[in-house]
């Protein structure tokens, strides 16, 4: 895969990684999934030719390309790149960070809001690397476990910090949209390292990102 690489960079450089449209695709792999996309179209009863269907096969090719290229990413990169000693040892938190990802099961959105706190053992990070992390990793067929859990480790290996905390709450478009009747139900996932695991700092945490306590 697949996105060029350059673009990406000039994009980081320019502050807009994982944000600013991408205009640049791999135009075999494009042309491949809208192949398979046209015949996807067609059985599902459909006749791709048909004027607003026509360019659909492409479009959707080349909106897949972008809301999986964070596998083309270096989320610890995005880290190491702002990294600067400090001696600052309270606990630094990036609350309400957007997240768009791709639930791997259906292939169908699921997104909602991100926390990240850490507590620096000597060397901090530009706040606006966290948000960057974050996407990198949900621009993935994910699951939202699995996407909690990538953004602690990464933080937690690069920064080397006293704790890392990362919460998740977030909608699922499969469970909305398919007919269960919990269309407003929000799927909560935390991690948790070092310090966070002492019930008075997680208690912390949950109460400055307002709220509850998970049990545990
Ligand atoms: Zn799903």
Redesign the pocket.
Known sequence: MTLNRKMLEENEMNGYAGYARNDQYNEKVVERIAQHYSAILRELGEDPEREGLKKTPERVAKALQFLTHGSDLDPAQVLRSAMFREDYSQMVIVKDIELYSL?E??I?PFFGKCHVAYIPKGQIVGLSKIPRVVDAFARRLQVQERLTVEIRDCIEATLQPIGVAVVIEAQ?M?MVMRGIQKQHSIATTSAFTGEFNVEKTRAEFMRLIGRANPVG
């Open positions: 639930c099961h259906h169908l699922h499969c």
